[in-house]
């Protein structure tokens, strides 16, 4: 199973980016997703997953409100809608799969490559 995640960038405080990882390999719809990310010097930090029909969504404490996952299997996609940005935002974002969502990377099987968020204030 490989993933492949895009979107990330360059971005003003109070600004928005759409994070995509779009999978590849294996059956998108047995797996649980989830995005992660890590600042430098930090531990991977739980952002958000979502079941494996979309059904229910979980965020970090973090999030308030502020991101929104998703997800299409029929497309193979799951995506990370972050608005009201802030520089503490800052990190490179993971895409995983997973049997079921968890809060502890450590639970999840595939990671894709990561994608930089670079927030500015």
């Known amino acids: 199973v490989q993933l492949q995640a895009s979107g990330g960038g360059l971005v003003q405080a109070g600004g928005s980016l759409r994070l995509s990882c779009v999978v590849s390999g294996g059956t998108f719809s047995d797996f649980a997703a989830g995005w992660f990310r890590q600042g430098p010097g930090n531990e991977r930090e739980f952002v958000a997953a979502i079941t494996w029909n979309g059904a229910n969504t979980h965020y970090g404490d973090f999030v308030k409100g502020r991101f929104t996952i998703s997800r299409d299997n029929a497309k193979n996609t799951v995506w990370l809608q972050m608005t009201s940005l802030k520089p503490e935002d800052s990190a490179v974002y993971y895409c995983?799969?997973?049997?079921?969502?968890?809060?502890?990377?450590?639970?999840?099987?595939?990671w894709g490559q990561g994608t930089l968020v670079t927030v500015s204030s």
């Open positions: 995983a799969l997973g049997a079921r969502w968890y809060s502890d990377p450590d639970q999840y099987e595939y």
